[in-house]
T-cell receptor, first 112, second 110 residues
Framework: EAQVTQNPRYLITVTGKKLTVTCSQN?????MSWYRQDPGLGLRQIYYSMNVEVTDKGDVPEGYKVSRKEKRNFPLILESPSPNQTSLYFC???????????FGPGTRLTVT | LAKTTQPISMDSYEGQEVNITCSHNNIATNDYITWYQQFPSQGPRFIIQ???TKVTNEVASLFIPADRKSSTLSLPRVSLSDTAVYYCLVGDTGRRALTFGSGTRLQVQP
């Protein structure tokens, strides 16, 4: 089944403890992206990648890192999480450069 | 970046046609217009995409006027399960970042 998977789906952590949220797609898509969604603020893009080893900042990149070493994987790294990074995170992939994206199920992160 | 403007919310009844309009005055030549549906705590789901004129698939139609400064998502004969938030996205993943608008919350009543 063609899909985007994220792990973990739920995570509660403490301030400053490094964490990684994994994202994987099995559709051979070149474009991948991370979004966060907060009440009243909608979906905001954190980072995106147009291909392996090519990443760029979205609207809200502060406090996040990404890497794209393989086409199928695009992990999101929080080196030192803070409570303002408590949010619902979505990974997405796209088959071509037109904006048609396929989203993962989401990761609900709580930082205390 | 192309900014989009949509109504915050809309109400409808089962069986009616619903039209949601999105304004995107500074759309770029290479930008596509994409609509997504999102249910609470789920990832957005791709509905339809277009560049100009009209596009139709099994769930919706997308109308884009010649100047491309707006677009209208048309949902025929909505049901209760169409209650969701609908997002209009203008952009091109081949070149730059994408910015979602605030979305339209559609409430379908029996």
């Amino acid at each position: 089944e063609a899909q985007v998977t994220q792990n973990p789906r739920y995570l509660i952590t403490v301030t400053g403890k490094k964490l990684t949220v994994t994202c994987s797609q099995n559709m051979n898509h070149e474009y991948m992206s991370w979004y966060r969604q907060d009440p009243g603020l909608g979906l905001r893009q954190i980072y995106y990648s147009m291909n392996v080893e090519v990443t760029d900042k979205g609207d809200v990149p502060e406090g996040y890192k990404v890497s794209r070493k393989e086409k199928r994987n695009f992990p999101l790294i929080l080196e030192s999480p803070s409570p303002n990074q408590t949010s619902l995170y979505f990974c997405a992939s796209s088959p071509r450069g037109t904006g048609e994206q396929y989203f993962g199920p989401g990761t609900r992160l709580t930082v205390t | 970046l192309a900014k989009t403007t949509q109504p915050i919310s809309m109400d409808s009844y089962e069986g009616q046609e619903v039209n949601i309009t999105c304004s995107h005055n500074n759309i770029a030549t290479n930008d596509y217009i994409t609509w997504y549906q999102q249910f609470p705590s789920q990832g957005p789901r791709f509905i339809i995409q277009g560049y100009k004129t009209k596009v139709t698939n099994e769930v919706a139609s997308l109308f884009i006027p010649a100047d491309r400064k707006s677009s209208t998502l048309s949902l025929p004969r909505v049901s209760l399960s169409d209650t969701a938030v609908y997002y209009c996205l203008v952009g091109d993943t081949g070149r730059r970042a994408l910015t979602f608008g605030s979305g339209t919350r559609l409430q379908v009543q029996p």
